[in-house]
C-alpha cells in the first residue's frame, strides 16, 4: 500500500513551458485535492475532487487546471508557467460518505519541488 | 473555514509535555478543530481531530473549551522526532492551513 505518490519529485522550468504533475493514490479515496506550499507559509488550496469526473476551484486556482477520470489519479496541469508558480506542490487524498460523521483525514503526497525560471 | 491563530514558535525540553495552544473565535457549529503537522517540507501529517468533546489518540490529545473558541493540542512526551510546524485548522471537507506553529523540541 504506497499511499499517496507524486512525480515528479523536482523540476525546473523556463517561462511559458508547460508541464503536467502526477498524483495517484491506492487507497479507494473518493476526495483528491491539490495545494502549494510557498517558502515560510501555510498550504494553499488550488483544486480538489470529490469523485472521477467531478473537481471544483479553491483558493487559489489560476494558471492550474485539473482532471479526474479515475478515482486512483489526479493530474494537475501548469499551462504557460510563470516565476509566481514557483513552489512545493502536495497532492492529498481522503475518504468521506454522505452521512459520515466527520471528513476522514486527509493522507499527504511527498511533493513536488517545482522551480519556474 | 474560520480563520485560526496559533504562536509562531515554541520550545519544549525533550520528555516534558508540549502544549500546543489554538484560538478559532469565528468557528461555526458544524467546524471541527484538526491539527495536523509537517516535517521539514514533507508531507503534512494529520494527528487528531475533534467537534466539542477532548480526544485522546496514540499521539496526542485534544482540548477543546466548552465555547469552542481555542483548543489545545498535547503531546504527552515530547522527543526531538516531533520538531515540526504544527497546524491548527478549523473546518469541514476543505482544509485552510495557517503559518502554523513551529515546536522546537532540545535535549
Known amino acids: 500500500n504506497a499511499g499517496v505518490t507524486q512525480t515528479p519529485k523536482f523540476r525546473i522550468l523556463k517561462i511559458g513551458q508547460s508541464m503536467t504533475l502526477q498524483c495517484t493514490q491506492d487507497m479507494n479515496h473518493n476526495y483528491m485535492y491539490w495545494y502549494r506550499q510557498d517558502p515560510g507559509m501555510g498550504l494553499k488550496l488550488i483544486y480538489y475532487?470529490?469523485?472521477?469526473?467531478?473537481?471544483d476551484k479553491g483558493e487559489v486556482p489560476n494558471g492550474y487546471n485539473v482532471s479526474r477520470s479515475t478515482t486512483e489519479d489526479f493530474p494537475l496541469r501548469l499551462e504557460l508557467a510563470a516565476p509566481s508558480q514557483t513552489s512545493v506542490y502536495f497532492c492529498a487524498s481522503s475518504y468521506f460518505y454522505l452521512g459520515q460523521q466527520s471528513p476522514d483525514t486527509q493522507y499527504f503526497g511527498p511533493g513536488t519541488r517545482l522551480t519556474v525560471l | 473555514d474560520a480563520k485560526t491563530t496559533q504562536p509562531p514558535s515554541m520550545d519544549c525540553a525533550e520528555g516534558r509535555a508540549a502544549n500546543l495552544p489554538c484560538n478559532h473565535s469565528t468557528i461555526s457549529g458544524n467546524e471541527y478543530v484538526y491539527w495536523y503537522r509537517q516535517i521539514h517540507s514533507q508531507g503534512p501529517q494529520y494527528i487528531i481531530h475533534g467537534l466539542k468533546n477532548n480526544e485522546t489518540n496514540e499521539m496526542a490529545s485534544l482540548i477543546i473549551t466548552e465555547d469552542r473558541k481555542s483548543s489545545t493540542l498535547i503531546l504527552p512526551h515530547a522527543t526531538l522526532r516531533d520538531t515540526a510546524v504544527y497546524y491548527c485548522i478549523a473546518g469541514y471537507s476543505t482544509l485552510t492551513f495557517g503559518k502554523g506553529t513551529m515546536l522546537l523540541v532540545s535535549p
Open positions: 475532487s470529490v469523485g472521477a469526473g467531478i473537481t
